[in-house]
Nanobody
Framework: QVTLVESGGGLVQAGGSLRLSCAASGRTFSSYAMGWFRQAPGKERQLVAA????????FYADSVKGRFTISGDNAKNTVYLQMNTLKPEDTAVYYC????????????????????WGQGTQVTVSS
């Protein structure tokens, strides 16, 4: 069983930057892929970025490509989402998620592929 805790959200002006962190704890007997999702009011939760076990591959939604970067720190059991050039439409609750992965290079892009979820952290981008 894995517990995920997000941090780093807050209020930022358009054009600014934030770095979100997702710390994992609990049983870590399996390797896992990670993803960042976001959900705005009245909208479905959707994938922002994903990274494979070992960081061999990653994926970004078109809306954030070139602005956001997903990375991991194995020593700290933490995955990060660096968000630059933020826009008001980036405003949402951001969630990290983990999925058991059996091989390097695999990324998961669907909600149903993830087993563990964090509680979320609010990101608000003002004009």
């Amino acid at each position: 069983q894995v517990t995920l805790v997000e941090s780093g959200g807050g209020l930022v002006q358009a054009g600014g930057s934030l770095r979100l962190s997702c710390a994992a704890s609990g049983r870590t007997f399996s390797s896992y892929a990670m993803g960042w999702f976001r959900q705005a009011p009245g909208k479905e939760r959707q994938l922002v970025a994903a990274i494979s076990w070992g960081g061999d591959s990653n994926f970004y939604a078109d809306s954030v490509k070139g602005r956001f970067t997903i990375s991991g720190d194995n020593a700290k059991n933490t995955v990060y989402l660096q968000m630059n050039t933020l826009k008001p439409e980036d405003t949402a609750v951001y969630y990290c998620a983990a999925a058991i992965s059996g091989a390097r290079g695999l990324v998961f892009t669907k909600r149903y592929e993830y087993e563990w979820w964090g509680q979320g952290t609010q990101v608000t981008v003002s004009s």
